[in-house]
C-alpha cells in the first residue's frame, strides 16, 4: 500500500525560510555580545583599544585574568557572594512559600487583605534615608545579615508562587490529605514543594541573580571591606584601574606606558564581566528544564 507523504507548499516553504532566517537573525543578535566579551577578555588590550577584536581573541593572552586574580580581596569577594547567595536564597525560599500557601488558601479569613497589604509594598517605599536609619537602628550596619535579611521577602514573586499554588494544586489534594490527619507542615513539606518544582526552580534563579547582582546595598550599608561581595570588590578594581584626564596629566607616563595602562584598563573591563557572570551560567542548565514552564505561571488562562 502506498503512503501519501506530505509535501509542503510553495506558501509554507517560504514561511519556513522566513521563520529560520528570522531566528537565525535573532541568535546572532543575542550570541554576538557573549562572544565578543569572553573573546576580547582573552585578547590583547592594545588589540581592544584599536577596535581589532571582531569574533575571536587577537593576541591571545590572560593578562586580564591574571590582573583580577592577583587581588585577593576578590577571592573575600567571591566567598562573601557565595555566602549572601545561598543564604539569601534558601531565606527568600522559604519566606515566601510559607508566605505564599497560606493566601493561595481561599479559606483563609483576611486572605484579600494581606494580599493587599503585600502589594502595597510593590507600590510605595520609604526611601534610601529612612532605610538607612532602620538598618543603624536594628545595629545591622556594617552586618552581613544587612545583606540577607532586608531581602527576606519579595512581593513579587510571592504573588507568582500564589497564582502558581492556586493553579497547580487541587483543593481536593488538600482536602484528601485532611480527612488521613496530615497536617498543614506536612502537606507543604511531603506534598506542595514537591509537586512545586518549576516554580521553586525558577524563584531559586531569581533570587540567586538578585543575591549575586547586588552591590548597592553593599556600598551603602557596608564599611568593612573584608565582608564586600564580589561585585563591588570588582567595581573598586576597575576604578583604580581606570585613565582619566586628570591622571594623564599629573601622571609622568610614556606613550607607551600609558597605551598599556589603557589596553589593561580596557582587558580588566571584560574579564571583570566574565568571572561575575560563570557562577550564574553554571547554575542556570541545572534549572533550565524548569524555566520556560516556570515563566509562564502569570499568564492569562482562558
Not at 534615608?129 to 514573586?157: E, T, W
Not at 497547580?168 to 507542615?185: H, M, P, Q, W, Y
Amino acid at each position: 500500500m502506498a503512503v501519501d507523504f506530505y509535501k509542503p507548499s510553495l506558501s509554507d516553504r517560504i514561511f519556513n525560510i522566513v521563520v529560520f532566517l528570522l531566528a537565525t537573525f535573532s541568535l546572532v543578535i543575542v550570541l554576538y555580545p557573549l562572544i565578543l566579551v569572553v573573546s576580547s577578555s582573552f585578547s590583547d588590550g592594545n588589540s581592544i583599544v584599536m577596535g581589532k577584536v571582531l569574533l575571536l581573541p587577537v593576541n591571545a593572552n590572560l593578562g586580564g585574568y591574571k590582573e583580577i586574580f592577583g587581588y585577593q580581596s576578590v577571592f573575600i569577594g567571591y566567598a562573601n557572594a557565595i555566602l549572601y547567595m545561598v543564604v539569601g536564597t534558601l531565606l527568600n525560599l522559604t519566606v515566601s512559600i510559607l508566605m505564599a500557601y497560606p493566601l493561595s488558601r481561599l479559606d483563609l479569613k483576611g486572605r484579600k487583605f494581606l494580599t493587599l497589604l503585600l502589594i502595597f509594598t510593590m507600590l510605595f517605599n520609604a526611601g534610601l534615608i529612612p532605610n538607612y536609619l532602620l538598618m543603624r537602628d536594628l545595629n545591622l550596619i556594617n552586618s552581613r545579615l544587612v545583606m540577607i535579611l532586608p531581602k527576606a521577602i519579595n512581593a513579587y514573586n510571592i504573588i507568582v508562587m500564589i497564582t502558581y499554588f492556586r493553579g497547580n494544586v487541587a483543593r481536593e489534594l488538600l482536602e484528601a490529605t485532611k480527612i488521613d490527619g496530615c497536617s498543614d507542615f506536612r502537606f507543604v513539606t511531603a506534598i506542595l514543594i514537591p509537586i512545586s518544582k518549576p516554580i521553586i526552580a525558577v524563584m531559586t534563579l531569581f533570587f540567586a541573580m538578585g543575591h549575586w547582582n547586588s552591590y548597592f546595598d553593599a556600598m551603602i550599608y557596608l564599611n568593612s571591606s573584608s565582608k564586600f561581595p564580589l561585585q563591588l570588590v570588582l567595581k573598586e578594581i576597575l576604578l583604580q584601574n581606570q585613565i582619566t584626564p586628570d591622571m594623564m596629566s599629573t601622571m609622568n607616563l610614556t606613550a607607551e606606558e600609558m597605551a598599556m595602562r589603557m589596553g589593561l584598563s580596557q582587558q580588566l573591563k571584560y574579564a571583570l564581566i566574565v568571572v561575575s557572570s560563570v557562577p550564574l551560567m553554571i547554575l542556570y542548565p541545572f534549572i533550565q528544564k524548569y524555566f520556560v514552564k516556570g515563566v509562564m505561571i502569570g499568564s492569562i488562562k482562558g
